[in-house]
């Protein structure tokens, strides 16, 4: 299928979907509903992906050093860390993160949620964070520190590759372009968990995220149903009631 045609059919089904509604950040750190085309948010979106540039590169430089500076916290090696990874994948967020889980124990999550992702407070302050009535910036807080540990665990872990190459006019390291188109959707992963916390349903192409999601919503107490859309499915334009069929957050 050419892809104008895929994304304009994408964008078609969008539009019935969301009946051109969109929910935006206000100055007073809450959500507000517009109304507008949904070509004008495309158009838009366009124009914010030139801007945000420089902190992509930074935000992927950040996230290809997590799995490497968390083995170094806590002294795993290369075997270690395939051992946590398989065991740890078996885990919902709700007993990863459990102080009384003895898979990984709670003093070293809690080491790398501090260390390495900034954290202010331990993870299980996060535990049904969302139960209570939060404004936007908050939520996106939670949701960035969870998403960043998650990562820095190999949990759900978005694809990282190692940077091409460094120049010497380039402050940030640069990527082949396949590998960086991948981290320029991930890096507006966290603010799509963040506004779909106050929707029904959150949909997604990207296997990864949706389990990601999943288990931020899961631990925070969001009510926010999961749904995973094939990539390759024939037609890309499936209605909302037939991907509300698939596997939801439980």
């Not at 779909?196 to 997604?204: D, E, I, P, Q, R």
Request: proline share 4%; charged share 30%.
């Amino acid at each position: 299928m050419d892809n104008s045609i895929f994304e304009g059919k994408r964008r078609d089904n969008i539009s019935k979907i969301c009946s051109n509604c969109e929910v935006l950040p206000v100055r007073d750190g809450c959500l507000k509903i517009l109304t507008e085309p949904v070509e004008v948010c495309f158009d838009r979106a366009k124009k914010l992906q030139v801007l945000n540039q420089y902190a992509e590169e930074s935000e992927c430089a950040t996230f290809e050093t997590l799995e490497e500076k968390t083995c170094g916290l806590l002294r795993w090696d290369e075997k270690e860390v395939e051992t946590h990874r398989k065991e740890i994948s078996l885990l919902t967020s709700t007993q990863l993160f459990d102080p009384k889980n003895e898979m990984i124990d709670n003093e070293s999550i809690n080491r790398v949620f501090y260390e390495i992702c900034g954290s202010r407070f331990p993870v299980e302050d996060f535990k049904d964070y969302c139960k209570k009535e939060r404004i936007f910036s908050e939520i996106r807080e939670a949701v960035r520190l969870l998403f960043i540990l998650m990562n820095a665990l190999g949990y759900h872990r978005n694809k990282i590759e190692k940077r091409t190459k460094f120049t010497y006019k380039a402050f940030y390291p640069t990527y082949d372009r396949e590998f960086y188109r991948t981290i320029r959707s991930g890096f507006y992963d966290v603010d799509h968990i963040c506004y779909a916390s106050k929707c029904n349903y959150f949909v997604t192409c990207d296997y990864a995220l949706s389990s990601q999601a999943m288990e931020i919503y899961r631990y925070l107490g969001c009510k926010t149903n999961v749904i995973y859309c094939e990539k390759k499915a024939p037609d890309p334009s499936l209605p909302l009631a037939v991907l509300c069929k698939k596997t939801a957050t439980p």
